[in-house]
């Protein structure tokens, strides 16, 4: 905080460039902790956890006894498999709540930046009319207004590279939203119902399809993290 000044129209003009620096420097503080705990990190990694879990296994080429025992087994996978995936569908859930959380978040942030930047860059244009006015200041107001006029302008240089990191974080979140919508509409499902074939049938083909389904998710899941490192 500045000290005040002589003249009561440049001590209030300080005061809102000190609020709206503050403010900038609120923004920063968030985004260094968002940064130091990224949710698409957590995310990935409690999903891609939760699909290793449910696991697939190659068809033998088996027949006879041996067949029967490794259906009775596949059947058994099969049965865990289902289970697992209720939990894992909870798991997506709660994944696109906290990612949709992080987008309000960030919208916010940015909204904000925007307002501070656009109102020190008003002051800026303000305090620099009032130096070039000709009105008489004291050798220390001069000083105290233009060292504010730096540490404006340096502001929102860190507010415009926040900007930049916002939208960094948004695009990650936008594409793991995507992502995981793309899992839950399309691939659960259809892995879902292909599950249920297999146990019904029993045959090499449809066991071998919904075991290819599953490898499919788990590697759709798997590239939001190797994407994100």
Known sequence: MYEMTEHADTASLMAKADSSRKKIAAVSDILFRLSQSDPDVKICGTLTAAVRSLGTEDIPDVSGIKRYIYLARVLERIDETEERLSGFQSELKGALTELYKTDELLRTLSEQLIKESDI?????NRIKELLS??????????????????????????????????????????GLISGILSVETTLLPLWRSQLSEARASCTADDIGRAFETGRLTAEKLLSFSSSRK
């Open 133 to 174: 006015s000709g009105e008489e200041f004291s050798q220390n107001e001069k000083e105290l207004l233009e060292r504010q006029l730096r540490d404006m302008d340096m502001s929102r240089i860190v507010a415009a590279k926040n900007g930049q990191l916002i939208d960094s974080f948004a695009a990650k979140n936008s």
């Open 120 to 124: 020190l860059l008003s002051l800026e």
